[in-house]
């Protein structure tokens, strides 16, 4: 996998947040029973039936605040990538490590941890994905 | 990589953590040069040089606080294994999320994403390396 395509794929992942596109969500993630989600202040969720519950629960809130993200870094490790994400929600900043892997010839995210940054660096230029694309 | 041989890992891990051992804490990381490792409170860092740095700063803290783990979860996902760990350290409890993969027929640490855990589930048999082992 060129890190260029989990790039695509985590910019996938966050489109489909900000579209709360649930049937992207889901294509978005592998389809390994075991998968990785932490979101802030929630215990892990571990299962992809408990990652996907979790994702159709949080798209599926009017309230949800709008997500923008700027990635920091992409880093390559032998046969899974990571990604390092700064997400803007609302005022606070979350620092997210998102994982992928090839399954199947395809770009698949295995792990998602976001939580609190109490020290975010500057972050000059937050990308939001366009809602109406 | 069997799951167990990540587990195992993420004991070293834990145990050079506990005994301020940097040397193990070295070995222990994979030798790519980009790795992830996410500090509590900490901005995220993504190379092996700055990974080690903050490892000799933390375990050569006198005043650093012990830690206690529980495993969570170990999970498979081909070519690379996750386990979820709660972690105490003084009163808090961390979650953290431990990334391994095989380098050159031994089990490494790739990724290591540590934050505080709002609301944690019951800890029933918190795992203290033993420190004379």
Known sequence: MHPNEALFANEGFYLAFAQGDVDAMEKLWASNPSLLCVHPGWPALTTRAE????????????????????????M?????????????????????SNWFVEEGGAVR?????????????????????????
Chains 1, 2 share one sequence.
Do not use: T
Request: charged share 15%; aromatic share 4%; with cysteine.
């Open 109 to 133: 995210m295995v792990g998602h941890h976001a939580g609190v940054c109490g020290n975010p660096p500057p972050l000059p230029e937050a990308k939001v994905p366009r809602l109406d694309a």
């Open 51 to 74: 990652v996907m519950e979790s994702w159709a629960r949080i798209l599926g809130n009017p309230s949800q605040l709008q997500v923008a993200f700027h990635v920091q870094e992409v």
């Open 76 to 96: 390559a490790m032998g046969e899974v990538v990571a990604v390092v994400c700064y997400e803007q929600v609302g005022g606070a900043v979350m620092l997210a």
